[in-house]
């Protein structure tokens, strides 16, 4: 790539960037209140947050991390995609409207209805951190490699830079703008992302006469692996520690989802609970769709670009979509290669953006509306007004990008795809259990719902701490060191069923029975809408 070339990919990068800060000063000279900060006034329509959500949803992991991994593993990634996209039925069937007519700003004022506040809220809120830290991380990695593959170097500087410079912008978004500039730069990067999807799925189509066996067999023959390409078992088929493995991040996929807290909080920024029902339609249309599109974007990495060059690019397949773009357009060096390879660059990088933003406001919110408005609270102590509250949420999101910023130095060698579905692996484990049991359990207790939570955050947790994630594995956190005694790589399948455990086990063994009175009111306020916020 020349220096004309690169510098066209540069600009349209500051495009992007310019673009979201326009609209984050924009915004973020509006009002401040609490409620105009968590949910932007409750003003979007379901069209405008099915946007959003799918902009939340379709993160680095989906974008970069899948069609990498569809393109080295074949039949192995696409069932990554299936997993992610059927883990919305669970949100709209068990959890989009209960939780909208429930809650206020975040999950724990779901719990705190029926529940002493202060254990809950300690909880839930420090779950909700680890979670969306963990996530934070995965899209941070991502930007990394994206930037390190534009400016055409493996050195691990560019990453750094890229990384940090991540995570001064998300900071700005929340700190400044608030959920009204964040749901805005996710309907943008929504529409950038299908549009470009759109695009680069046209393109692998037509250089293969929309011939779909075609484009199959190129495909198997690129990824030098032959028919094994096409059939299950090229990543989690060679024993049967692997086989359990994909079980575990399969169960994480698809109950992960309706315990996320950036998407939990996307449900108060609508109106109404049948606005939320509505959305999360709109958002299961647009996230289907961008998960056809995916595959064909693997299979067309492993056709056009070949395997090879994608793990020689990225190990983790993390670069494989631009790539695709740049052979699509006329090859490296040709003045198409490189604009579609910006632009598809440029689009990932907004999509990396506009995630972090949700997160970072998920996880502020959570620290300040949750656990220092509340949680720290002793009884009689007088309580935190709105704009303390709101100042501490600001000051909780440059704290937590500074952590991710630090967290994601050392996972650079992690497909994030990966990463995410050790979010999800925690989200299933720690929220889903508490969230689902104080929805239909009426003898769940407060007791039972800390259980639930640490029950299923710690195990997860550890897990991951002692498996070959983080240590024993040559791209481990920490590869020069080995002391994981986990075999699997997502712990899921050993820490989902502890969380649900422990709920029960707390609930039963409880000396505080549940109030009767409470319950009934949480069912009315979930199912009929009355006193909602």
Same mark, same amino acid.
């Given at each position: ?183 805005? +730069?996710?309907?943008?990067? %929504?529409?950038? !992302?299908? &549009?470009?999807? *759109?695009? $680069?799925?046209?393109?692998? @189509? /037509? ?76 958002? +299961?249309?647009?996230?289907? %769709?961008?998960? !056809?599109? &995916?595959?064909? *974007?693997? $299979?067309?990495?492993?056709? @056009? /670009? ?86 501490? &949420? ?8 500074? @952590? ?130």
């Amino acid at each position: 790539m020349n220096s004309a070339q690169h510098g066209l990919a540069v600009a349209l990068f500051a495009v992007i960037v310019l673009v979201t800060l326009g609209i984050t000063l924009w915004v973020g000279r509006r009002g401040q209140a609490a409620e105009e900060f968590y949910t932007g006034g409750r003003e979007f329509s379901p069209l405008q947050n099915g946007l959003a959500l799918s902009g939340d949803y379709l993160s680095a992991a989906s974008f970069l991390g899948v069609t990498g991994l569809i393109s080295l593993y074949g039949y192995d990634g696409v069932l990554y995609s299936i997993g992610f996209l059927v883990a919305w039925l669970a949100v709209l069937m068990l959890v989009a409207e209960l939780v909208r007519n429930a809650g206020r700003y975040t999950l724990a004022d779901v719990l705190a209805l029926r529940m002493r506040q202060r254990p809950v809220r300690a909880a839930v809120g420090s779950a909700s951190v680890v979670v969306t830290l963990l996530y934070l991380v995965a899209q941070m990695v991502g930007a990394g490699s994206l930037v390190a593959l534009l400016l055409g170097t493996g050195d691990g500087s560019a990453k750094t830079w890229a990384i940090v410079g991540v995570g001064a912008l998300m900071i700005v978004y929340v700190t400044v703008g608030g959920m009204k500039a964040t749901t805005w +730069i996710q309907i943008v990067k %929504a529409v950038l !992302l299908v &549009a470009g999807s *759109l695009l $680069l799925t046209g393109l692998v @189509l /037509v250089r293969f006469h929309g011939d779909l066996a075609e484009l199959m067999r190129a495909a198997a023959r690129g990824s030098g692996a032959g028919e094994a390409f096409l059939q299950p078992g090229l990543k989690y088929g060679t024993g049967r520690v692997s086989r359990l493995d994909f079980f575990s991040l399969g169960l994480a996929l698809v109950l992960g989802t309706a315990g996320l807290p950036h998407i939990l909080s996307r449900f108060y920024t609508v109106p109404t609970a049948r606005a939320a029902r509505r959305s999360t339609m709109w958002a +299961i249309g647009l996230i289907g %769709a961008f998960y !056809l599109m &995916a595959v064909v *974007l693997g $299979l067309g990495a492993a056709a @056009l /670009v070949g395997s090879a060059t994608v793990r020689a690019a990225n190990p983790a397949g993390n670069t494989a979509v631009p790539l695709l773009a740049q052979v699509l357009g006329g090859g490296a060096g040709s003045t198409g290669g490189v604009l579609l390879f910006a632009l598809i660059s440029a689009i990932a990088f907004a999509t990396i953006l506009a995630v972090v933003a949700g997160l970072t406001l998920a996880s502020s919110a959570a620290f300040a509306h949750d656990l220092f408005a509340r949680a720290w609270r002793r009884e009689g102590e007088r309580q935190v007004t709105e704009r303390q509250e709101v100042r501490v &949420a600001r000051i909780a999101a440059v704290v937590i990008g500074a @952590l991710a910023i630090v967290l994601s130095l050392y996972a650079q060698r992690l497909n994030v795809a990966f990463l995410v579905g050790l979010a999800f692996a925690v989200a299933a484990s720690a929220n889903l259990p508490t969230l689902l049991y104080s929805l239909f359990w009426r003898r769940f207790t407060t007791r039972g719902a800390v259980w639930s939570v640490y029950g299923g955050l710690v195990p997860a947790v550890l897990l991951v701490l002692f498996s070959p994630v983080v240590s024993g594995a040559p791209t481990a956190v920490l590869p020069g060191l080995d002391f994981h005694w986990f075999p699997l790589e997502n712990p899921g399948l050993v820490s989902i069923p502890l969380g649900f455990l422990a709920g029960w086990l707390g609930t039963v063994t409880s000396r505080e029975a549940a109030d009767p009175d409470r319950y009934a009111e949480l069912e009315v306020r979930s199912l009929t809408g009355a006193g909602a916020a």
